[in-house]
């Protein structure tokens, strides 16, 4: 199923966005996190395509071929679900599926919020609801004090988050030194060793300035195309603007406030938990217990992957999320011509 590239153009922003399948198929919308690009969602896009739907993965602002910006504060989430909405009015539609990681989940988690009548339903892999797009504050809320007691780890694994507020340039600057030794390093299957011990993240502020390894490739994640791409658009765009998205935890708590229905959610939800992913840590956490409270009709499923589940086991992805749409969303089911 082929993949055809798209541009949406607004007086306030552009979208780069990847589509497959037919045009007047029931639309989904993958979201993609950070520092990740449309073609994050590359096994899934065809996958959906050959189904019926209309697919769609756009570069997020400050990612790819979408609009850069200079200021942090443009990298609000209140901004950024302006740029989703765009999108979907551009396509002529009203709604969408959502289907969100990382960062992207935060995206589509406050679509449903505060824009329920633009989603049909909402699906999110490793960010669990009420926690991320609600800020730091409510992230430091959930830690699992038995594995970051607060003395040692007062961030727990979110001390990156602190480390990007503290010293912004810092973080960055070994990233956009050596981006391809940076994204090997990141890009890496799931290891079940590592559960129960604290995630790398935890001593960000520590180690931010040492040496990034070069370690080889891990082919289970990306192939050596697929890094190519995503190294020549951070090595183009740096890594600025990514990152800009983790210095606004405190305007996006106050447009959480906003949403709608008092925050719960009543459209159907999927939550995929990657069991080997050790800072959206959920199997033995309290990360996911908002998300059951404040998700009326919510499918979670575990999958064991690390952080990067849709590239490292995308036939368990796409098997979960095509019998989820079918089960849970049937009136969004392409039509047979």
């Known amino acids: 199923m082929p993949i055809s590239e798209h541009t949406v153009k607004t007086e306030r922003h552009t979208t780069f ?37 209309r697919a769609i993965a756009p570069d997020m602002r400050g990612y790819g071929r979408s609009s850069m910006y200079t200021q942090p504060s ?3 989430q209140e901004h950024i679900v302006r740029d989703m909405l765009e999108l979907v009015d551009a396509l002529g539609r009203e709604k969408a599926v959502w289907v969100g990681h ?8 406050n679509l449903a919020s505060h824009h329920p009548d633009r989603c049909h339903a909402v699906a999110s892999f490793c960010v669990p609801y009420y926690t991320m797009e609600r800020g730091l504050d409510q992230l430091l809320a959930l830690v699992d004090r038995e594995v970051y007691p607060e003395n040692a780890f007062p961030a727990g694994q979110w001390d990156y988050m602190r480390y990007y507020e503290e ?19 990141l890009f890496r299957k799931g290891d079940p060793a590592g559960e129960g011990k604290p995630a790398r993240t935890a001593t ?11 370690l080889p490739r891990d082919d289970d994640v990306v192939n050596e195309e697929d890094l190519s791409i995503y190294v020549s658009a ?30 719960y959610l009543d459209m159907p939800v999927l939550f995929l938990n990657a069991r080997y992913d050790y800072v959206c840590e ?24 690390g952080h990067w589940l849709a590239q490292e086991k995308p036939v368990e992805v796409n098997t979960r999320l095509v019998k989820w749409l079918a089960a849970t969303v049937p009136d969004v089911w392409p039509q047979q011509q």
């Not at 010293?167 to 390093?185: C, G, R």
């Not at 033995?284 to 992957?305: F, G, K, V």
Request: proline share 6%; hydrophobic share 40%; with cysteine.
């Open 17 to 53: 966005y990847l589509a497959a399948g037919p045009e007047n198929g029931p639309l989904v919308i993958f979201v993609h996190g950070w520092p990740e690009l449309s073609m994050s969602w590359r096994h899934q896009l065809p996958a959906l395509a050959a189904l019926g739907f």
């Open 74 to 76: 443009d990298y609000a």
């Open 102 to 109: 990382d960062w992207g989940s935060a995206v589509v988690w």
């Open 167 to 185: 010293s912004f340039a810092e973080a960055i600057a070994p990233m956009d030194a050596n981006v391809s030794q940076f994204l090997k390093l």
């Open 204 to 214: 960000a502020r520590v180690f931010g300035t040492s040496a990034i390894p070069d």
């Open 234 to 263: 951070l090595e183009r765009n740096g890594f600025a603007g990514p990152s800009s998205w983790y210095l606004n935890h405190g305007v996006n708590a106050e447009y959480a406030m906003t949403a709608q229905n008092g925050g």
């Open 282 to 305: 959920c199997t033995h956490s309290r990360l996911a217990e908002p998300m059951r409270t404040y998700c009326r009709n919510l499918t979670e499923e575990t999958i064991r992957s």
